[in-house]
Structure formats: C-alpha cells, structure tokens
C-alpha cells in the first residue's frame, strides 16, 4: 500500500486514544500570516510526540491567515495528526462541504465545528460574515457526510468522507446554567469531541461538569478541558479584562503581577500545570486541549511536568514511518 492509499484509509488517532479510555493530549498550532512554512515545522517540531492530535486554527480572531485545511495536510505528511477548525463565519455550505470532501481525501479525519469570532474584531471589519449556518448545523452536515454518505441537499455521495466530529463548549459564558444544554444539542447533532473555553475558574468547571453529568452527556461525548500558560502578567491582566467569555480569577491576575518579570513565563506555565492536574480529577473530562497562543515551545514542558509524557504509541505508526521514510515532511 502507498503513502497516499494509507493516508486516505487511516482511522483517526483520537478517536482511538479516547474510546480506549486513554487521557488525550491535543496542542494548538496557529499558520503564519504569510507563506511560511518554516514557522510551521518549527511549531510541529515543538508539538510532535507530545499531543495525540494537534488543532489548526481557521483565521483565528478573524484575521486572515494561512488556511486551516493545507496546513493541516502538510501536518498529516510531517506524521502529525490535525484537527482541522471549520468555521461558519467564512463560507456557505456548498465551499464548506467542498473544503471538507478535499480536507477528507488529503487525510484529515477531525473536524471542529466553529461559528467563528465575528469580523468586526479582526483585521478586514469590512469583511462580510457568511454564517450561512450556525455550528449546530454545521456539525449536523458533517454527521450527514460521513455516517449517512449525503450532502446537506439530500444527496448521495460515494465513498463518503470519514470524520471524527468536534465541537466547541464554553461554560464561563452567561447564562451559566444554560450552557450544558447548549451542549446538548450540539451532542445531538453529531459532535463526538468537545474542546472547551480556556479553564481559569476550576470552581466554576467543576460546577458545569458536575450539570453535564447530570444530563448523561459525558456518556456521549469525550470532553477536553481546555487550558492555557500566561506568558505575563499582562497577557493575564487582558484575558480577565477584554477578552469575551473568559473567567480568569483575580487571584490568578495578582499571582502572576506579583511574579518578577523575568520569572513570569515559568509561573504561568506551573500555573497551567495545576489547572491540569484539577480538571483530571473532574469526572466526566477525557483529556485536555492545550491552547499556547504563540508559544509551542511550552507544550513539551507542561506535558512533561504535568505527568502526560510520553504519550501512548499512534496506532499510524507505521505509516508515519512510511511518511517520513519517503520524504514527506521536514521531520
């Protein structure tokens, strides 16, 4: 079997980590605003044996960068498994599902459904915000392609795609009680993996899983408690006040104001690696999503710290050795 054939017909890794009670480990990798692919490589050198499966954000903050799709085929060829962000914001449902058949053939078998950040905070306000459908539907449609092999018009289409379908859960945003049936729709929908808001407020986590667990979703969907390293005090101090439905407590904010300048990047890193080790004790949380904005080169040490390390083996092994073998990737 050739590279190309093994990387179409590969399952996908975190679907396997999770449904076999394994504790996954995804990281985050935002393309660069040009056409550099050393950036890339750099960020997959950091990421690679060190998360089962690495996110590539989809013109994140609606500012226009590379796409998430290429960049999550040159991962697939570097034996890095993506999970490709689709946003709503961006495109109608015929380029959605285009991109996703494309994204399919190229081996990317996780998607995470988003609506988008509205244009109005990036870097073209002007932009027009398509949302020809909501996030809901969009993991519908993703469902509808890959377990019942139709478009969202109805139509068949052969082979169909295979997916492991995400979704994102925000349960710091108001009204708090309402978010865990928020969740349940999109669990209804078809999504199978949720990566969460970043988690500051463990209290306040807990107190939601303890209502996901009430309504049996955490029988139904793997969740991954998303969490984060401070790189300053500053960078706290904007997450707790500017930044849309983020709870940083400000015991946090002080703890890292109160830190020596020069020692601020390794207080928010042990910071991170205690939220870790509480939200593992949360029942109902299946893993955790690492979100080092523009800082890769801390994952490796908070998964290090964090006790995650050495992740179990990839079941593609062999065909990431096949990969690499032929000269696929910079690795």
């Not at 449902?93 to 109005?120: K, M």
Request: proline share 7%; aromatic share 6%.
């Amino acid at each position: 079997m050739g590279s190309d054939s093994g990387k179409v017909d590969q399952p996908s890794h975190l679907a396997e980590m999770l449904s076999a009670g394994q504790f996954a480990v995804a990281a985050e990798l935002s393309p660069p605003r040009g056409v550099n692919l050393e950036a890339i490589s750099r960020d997959v050198k950091s990421l690679k044996g060190y998360a089962d499966a690495v996110n590539v954000t989809d013109n994140q903050a609606a500012s226009v960068r590379m796409a998430s799709i290429p960049v999550s085929a040159l991962l697939v060829s570097y034996g890095v498994e993506p999970v490709a962000q689709m946003t709503c914001r961006d495109r109608n449902r015929l380029a959605i599902q285009a991109d996703l058949l494309g994204a399919s053939a190229q081996g990317i078998r996780n998607i995470l459904c988003l609506s988008g950040d509205h244009g109005r905070w990036g870097d073209h306000p002007a932009a027009k915000n398509v949302n020809d459908i909501d996030s809901t539907h969009l993991i519908r449609l993703v469902r509808n392609m890959a377990d019942h092999g139709c478009l969202d018009n109805g139509r068949q289409i052969s082979p169909a795609p295979r997916f492991f379908i995400g979704a994102a859960a925000n349960p710091f945003a108001p009204p708090h009680e309402y978010r865990p049936y928020r969740l349940a729709k999109k669990v209804a929908a078809g999504a199978r993996f949720v990566q969460t808001q970043l988690i500051y407020n463990v209290d306040r986590f807990r107190s939601y899983m303890s209502q996901v667990r009430e309504l049996g979703l955490h029988e139904k969907v793997y969740i991954m408690a998303g969490v984060g390293p401070f790189k300053s005090d500053r960078q706290a101090s904007y997450m707790a006040t500017k930044v849309a439905g983020m709870d940083v407590p400000q015991t946090l904010v002080d703890r890292m104001a109160k830190t020596p300048k020069a020692a601020q990047p390794e207080e928010g890193i042990r910071i991170c690696c205690e939220i870790i080790q509480q939200v593992r004790e949360i029942p109902g949380v299946a893993g955790v999503h690492i979100m080092a904005v523009h800082w890769a080169e801390s994952v490796p040490e908070i998964v290090t710290r964090a006790g995650l390390h050495p992740r179990p083996p990839s079941a593609h092994a062999a065909v990431d050795s096949t990969l690499q073998a032929g000269g696929s990737g910079p690795l």
